[in-house]
């Protein structure tokens, strides 16, 4: 029996343009952890190998820190590992596989998978690799590659490792996409006994086989992504169909919503939304809004995300956002304001537009502020602008 | 607010004093200098201001110099519906006491009085600030209240906020703060955060654009590796091919050669055998040409032989009929010259006649104009004359007829003188017509004058006038009487008629012409004579007429034209004849010329027929034939241009190919030089270049939501500061009033008062002139100072008569100000003094002639 650990799309150097520097280099940092995570789990199940379905790394170049440090958690590796490139990191002349850092400081233990074919790599275990040179998917892919290998010796296991989207997720990539009753039919004939996938960033079962799996990434990359944060443990013997169990080391989330708001109970709950999330530090949250508040309302929800950014590991604008702001009587009259301030308060909503309502919105700021001034000259307990705001 | 006393004890000099002053009305405090004037009112300052427990500069200013006690200060006020004593005494045994004495007694002590008053005053509306602003003293004398801050006067002014204070002040300056965190003070140019936000997405965009070059650059690396590789691989095949092809090719042409060589040996025994052919072909071709022109060059050199012959004989036909025509022309101009000469001759004789004529004629002309010119008579005159002659006779006839006469008779011997003339002998008896005066005297006897009578006189005067005229016509006319005058008339009419007829026989002589014209034309019909005659071998005899002279003449000048047609139609026979004779020449030496050249070039043919080989046999030249057809179908299967070319591009396609594979091996090692560059690991370009660019996405991010606040601070600002300048503006306008309405009774009824945002005098306006409040004159600041103090302290009385008023105390002011202008502000306060409390502190009470409570210290 062959258990062996499966894992893909560990994107090494990926840049968020929506995480500040500090959280962005944790969130370096963590996508390290991921491997040394990985690592231990490996160990703990007694795993003999580890499969990286390409995209180790986010680019085929990469920076010299993430190059260094992706190069130590690869050595401290308990068991061997098979590095399989993707279409981020594919083999070619500027590949990171093919520069010196890499060639000269690989472990032992640690093998490209540089050719196309049928590689053992034990007295029971065959791997038949399909690694990317380009942009383009190999030719062939791993598919036709199993249509045309031998079924797999007796007492011999025989995974497919590959990368690339399956022609039911593939979108436009549709004609150079893998075509899953090819797969069916290599597994049937014992072509391949399990086909090891990368590329999709979610945990999935392609075609519900039990056999054709895609662990996802084990740090989330993008909001879109259903399952991310797994790796998978294969226990895989000849003629019996592999059990597959997936395993949560990821401990970032990516998280978006859609929030439609127009009064401070919506406003409310936007704010409850974020304050629900466990590991602020760790979590990116992206509300999407529409609708229209009130002026109060929207400094409230302004107030509520800048005092929540800080604890968050970022809380992005989103480009779909398309949030009005609209003047209420009530806005105005509630601070009672009066001579010249009321009246350039009156211009001010007369002229409209998003730069007064703007302009509008500071003055309620600012009127908020120094009646809290004045209230602390008056009654000498202090009120700041942002109290009632929970903080963590 | 009023006071109503104030008590000092043990304050500074005064050991105790008390001053109770009017609660309305004007409150006149007199005394001198340094009597404790303004050091009661700085110790009413220190009673509302200072806790008891204070020990400040200024309270122990206020201690007494040499006892040992302590400032005490007690007054009495009213402050809205309290009335109250309120005492103070500092450094000594503190203490601080407040009775209230109305509505409800109470009393307190320590701090809680001095808080309990305070929030009185606070109750009462009494502005703190205000009351020390209205105060005039001698050192604020010019200065004008700083009336500002006050929000009592605010409020009176007619608006809940003032512009300098309370909460939209308070407002206006948070939104100052706002925009002074993204712009400039004066130019609302970008600064610090959005000044850091701006320069930060500068420096991202800069980033990100060196990232993205370095990046393109690692790309194009890559590319350029693979690509050079690919071509690399292409090349190598494409050389292999090439050698193959080039080898195919070479063996190929080498079969060619071998085939060109053996028909060109063809090509020469068959080209031989047709030169044989074609050169005795020539030779007979050209023999022929040689006879035919030898012929013609004899028939041409005959006909220019003829040519020549004919052409001598029109030369010397036309020569003969050329002297004719000489001899003719002669002729006919001697016979014209004789002509002329004859005319000449008759011309002159009949001119000269004419002229001579013309000259006599001219001659009698003048001597009757000279004769005309002597006799001055003319009709007019004669019959003039004769008239003067017949009245001169009748007049005189009139004298002699009607004078009265004396006769003188001497009758002794005694003389007698009549008229001074002795009357002689024989004379004895002289009758004398007495038309003058005239004496006769006897001398020594008698004397008797005769005086003619008037008629006499008349009658005489009358004829010697006739008389006078007669002669002076007379002497006009040249002529001594009227005889004269007749025979000179006579004289007159002969000399006219010879002078008409002489001038009719002076025209027909002319005949309109020049007289000097004709003279000329002789002179020169004289000089044509004379020079045929020296010239002519003989003139012809006079008796030859002109007609038959005229007729010589034509019928030379006939012959002479007939001699020059014979002549000219010769010469142009002689013309033709020498043309002709030139064509012959060139014909005949044309020909000859040809002759020559074909007989050379026969010879020349015949010499190389000659040198050629002799002919081969027909059968011989039918294989030749046979062989060569064979051997140019062969080549021809061979394609040898388009082999040809193909060996051409075989040849340098190997080399070429060759060079290529050394280039390209060097590209790719350049390649692989940059490409290491980027793939050591020690730079990550499309890392690098995602980082940069999501650094510049925050940064945009960043930038915009940062200009976003930074527009709202700036337009909520300005907005603010735009309606609060309007509504300072709007503000002062009452207190202007006020201030304008008291300026006009000091400073007359057209002054103009100008108050700025911050409840100040700005200006004054007289007569369209403005000055500045800074600029005007001591006197006339310490005037308005007073009157703005005034206008305020009105402005707040008017608003609630027992309320926020203040006392306005006027401490020793006025000391600029003239008489005039005493007694108008003196007025004023009178009027004031009507709702306000106003305590006048003076050492000179001269100044405030005002109805007063008077208090001397």
């Known amino acids: 029996m062959a258990r062996f650990l499966h894992t893909a799309d560990w994107q090494l150097g990926m840049v968020r343009a929506f995480l500040p520097p500090e959280a962005q280099a944790r969130y370096d940092e963590a ?53 399989l490139p ?145 790796v998978l443990v294969v226990d895989l013997e000849p003629d019996i169909p592999p059990k597959v169990t997936p395993h949560r080391v990821g401990r970032w989330t990516l998280a978006e919503r859609t929030w439609e708001l127009h009064e401070s109970a919506d406003v409310k709950a936007l704010l409850g939304w974020l304050d629900a999330f466990p590991d602020e530090s760790r979590t990116v949250a992206k509300p999407i809004l529409s609708g229209s508040l009130s002026l109060s309302d929207h400094a409230r929800l302004t107030d509520g995300l800048d005092v929540r950014r800080d604890l968050f590991a970022a809380i992005p604008d989103s480009s779909r956002s398309s949030l009005a702001i609209r003047a209420e009587d009530a806005d105005l009259d509630g601070l009672d304001l009066t001579g010249f301030a009321a009246e350039a308060a009156a211009d001010l909503r007369e002229r409209g537009g998003p730069a007064a309502l703007d302009a509008l919105e500071l003055l309620l700021r600012l009127a908020a502020r120094a009646e809290d001034a004045g209230s602390v000259r008056g009654s000498g307990q202090s009120s700041g602008p942002r109290s009632g705001v929970a903080t963590a | 607010m009023r006071l109503h006393r104030i008590t000092l004890q043990d304050y500074r000099g005064v050991a105790e004093r008390t001053v109770r002053f009017a609660p309305t009305g004007l409150t006149l405090v007199v005394g001198p200098n340094e009597i404790g004037k303004t050091s009661m009112i700085e110790a009413l300052d220190l009673l509302v201001d200072e806790k008891a427990t204070a020990r400040k500069q200024a309270i122990r200013d206020a201690q007494p110099v040499h006892r040992d006690a302590g400032p005490c200060v007690e007054a009495e006020l009213s402050v809205g519906a309290y009335r109250l004593v309120y005492r103070k005494r500092w450094l000594k045994a503190p203490e601080c006491e407040l009775r209230v004495l109305d509505p409800a007694p109470a009393q307190s002590t320590g701090d809680q009085a001095h808080e309990r008053f305070l929030q009185i005053l606070a109750e009462g509306g009494v502005d703190r600030f205000l009351w020390r602003q209205l105060r005039v003293d001698q050192a604020g004398l010019v200065v004008q209240a700083d009336v500002k801050a006050s929000t009592v006067l605010a409020s009176v ?58 990046l393109g650059e690692a790309e194009a690396a890559i590319a350029e590796f693979e690509r050079a590789g690919r071509l690399l691989s292409e090349n190598t095949a494409e050389l292999t091919a090439a050698r ?98 004859q005319i000449d001759v008759h011309e002159e004789r009949a001119l000269g006649e004419r002229l001579a004529k013309i000259d006599k004629t001219g001659e009698r002309l003048r001597v009757t104009a000279t004769e005309l010119g002597r006799i001055a008579i003319t009709e007019d005159l004669l019959e003039r004359i004769e008239a003067a002659h017949q009245e001169w006779e009748v007049a005189r006839a009139s004298v002699d007829a009607g004078a009265p006469t004396v006769a003188v008779t001497r009758l002794g011997a005694a003389p007698v003188h009549l008229d001074g003339a002795p009357l002689g002998d024989g004379d004895i008896t002289r009758t004398v017509p007495v038309s003058e005066p005239f004496t006769v005297e006897a001398p020594d006897v008698v004397r008797i004058v005769v005086t003619p009578g008037a008629a006499e006189h008349a009658r005489r005067d009358r004829m010697m006038q006739a008389r006078a005229a007669y002669d002076e016509v007379c002497a006009q006319a040249g002529v001594s009487d009227a005889a004269a005058a007749r025979a ?162 075989a040849r340098a396609l190997v080399p070429q190919r060759e060079q290529a594979k050394v280039e390209l091996r060097e590209r790719r090692a350049a390649a692989t030089t940059r490409l290491a560059v980027f793939s050591e690991g020690e730079r990550g370009p499309r890392e690098a270049a995602d980082q940069t660019g999501a650094a510049l996405a925050r940064a945009q991010e960043h930038h915009d939501r940062v200009q976003r606040r930074a527009q709202a601070a700036r337009l909520l600002y300005e907005t603010l500061d735009a309606h609060r300048l309007e509504a300072r503006r709007r503000y002062a306008a009452p207190l202007r009033d006020r201030v304008e309405g008291y300026a006009a009774m000091v400073f007359g009824p057209q002054v103009r008062i100008g108050v700025g945002d911050d409840l100040t005098i700005a200006t004054k306006t007289v007569g369209g002139v403005t000055v500045p409040f800074e600029q005007l004159s001591a006197g006339a600041r310490e005037q308005l100072a007073l009157l703005g103090r005034v206008s305020c302290a009105d402005l707040i009385s008017a608003d609630s008569a027992g309320g926020p008023g203040v006392p306005l105390i006027i401490d020793d002011a006025l000391g600029h100000s003239d008489r005039g202008r005493l007694d108008a502000l003196a007025a004023i306060l009178g009027a004031a003094a009507e709702r306000l409390q106003i305590i006048v502190l003076t050492s000179a009470p001269e100044r405030f002639r005002i109805a007063a409570t008077r208090i001397d210290l």
């Open chain 2, 244 to 341: 193959v092809e080039l080898a195919a090719l070479e063996e190929r042409a080498k079969t060619l050669d071998g085939e060109r060589d053996q028909l060109r040996n063809l090509e020469a025994r068959l080209d031989s055998a047709r030169r044989l052919v074609d050169a005795a072909a020539k030779v007979d071709e050209l023999q022929q040409t040689v006879d035919g022109l030898a012929e013609d060059a004899d028939a041409a050199a005959a006909q220019a032989a003829r040519a020549q012959q004919t052409r001598d004989e029109a030369a010397r036909r036309a020569e003969s009929l050329r002297a004719q025509s000489v001899t003719a022309r002669q002729a006919a101009r001697r016979a014209g010259e004789e002509l002329r000469f």
């Open chain 2, 488 to 649: 000179a008339d006579r004289e007159r009419g002969r000399l006219l008629a010879e002078h008409g007829n002489c001038e009719r026989e002076l025209a027909a002589a002319l005949a309109g012409d020049d007289p000097a014209a004709l003279a000329h034309k002789l002179a020169h019909l004289r000089d044509r004579i004379a020079r045929f005659t020296a010239v002519a071998d003989a003139a012809p005899a006079p008796q030859v007429t002109v007609d038959r002279l005229r007729e010589a003449e034509s019928d030379a000048a006939l012959a002479a034209e007939d001699a020059d047609a014979h002549a000219g139609a010769a010469s142009q026979q002689l013309a033709q004849c020498t043309d002709a004779l030139t064509l012959a020449q060139v014909a005949a030496a044309t020909f000859s010329t040809r002759l020559e050249e074909r007989r050379g070039e026969l010879e020349r043919s015949r010499a190389e027929l000659a040198a050629l080989p002799q002919p081969v046999d027909g059968e011989q030249l039918a294989d030749l034939r046979t062989a060569y057809d064979t051997t140019t179908s062969r080549i021809a299967d061979l394609a040898p241009e388009l082999l040809e070319l193909k060996l051409k591009n």
């Open chain 1, 31 to 83: 996508r390290i952890d991921a491997i040394r995570a990985l690592g231990r789990l490996a160990e703990a199940e007694g795993c003999a190998f580890i499969v990286v379905c390409g995209d180790v790394f986010e680019h085929a170049q990469i920076g010299a820190k993430s190059a260094a440090r992706s190069m130590r958690a690869l050595r401290a590796l308990p068991v061997p590992v098979y590095l």
């Open chain 2, 157 to 214: 002014l007619g608006s809940a906020e003032t512009p300098g204070t309370g909460p939209e002040a308070r407002l206006h300056e948070l939104a100052h703060q706002e925009f002074r965190r993204y712009y400039t003070e004066k130019q609302h140019a970008a600064t610090g955060d959005l000044r850091a936000a701006i320069d930060g997405l500068e420096e991202a965009r800069a980033a990100h654009e060196a990232a993205q070059r370095t």
């Open chain 1, 86 to 230: 993707g279409n981020h990191d594919p083999l070619n002349a500027g590949s990171v596989y093919r520069s010196r850092w890499f060639t000269t400081e690989r472990p032992e233990h640690v093998t490209l998978l540089d050719a196309p074919g049928l590689v053992r790599i034990s007295d029971e275990v065959e791997l038949l690799a399909a690694p990317w040179y380009g942009k383009q998917p190999p030719v062939p892919q791993l598919d036709a590659m199993a249509a045309q290998v031998e079924p797999a010796a007796p007492g011999t296991v025989r995974i497919g490792v590959g990368h690339g989207a399956t022609e039911d997720i593939a979108g436009d990539m549709s004609g150079t996409a893998l075509r899953p009753e090819r797969f069916t039919a290599a597994l049937n004939r014992r072509a391949l006994d399990y086909v090891a996938l990368g590329d999709h960033h979610s945990l999935r079962d392609v075609g519900s086989l039990g056999k054709v799996w895609y662990p996802g990434t084990p740090e989330p990359t993008r909001f879109t992504e259903t399952a991310p944060g797994h």
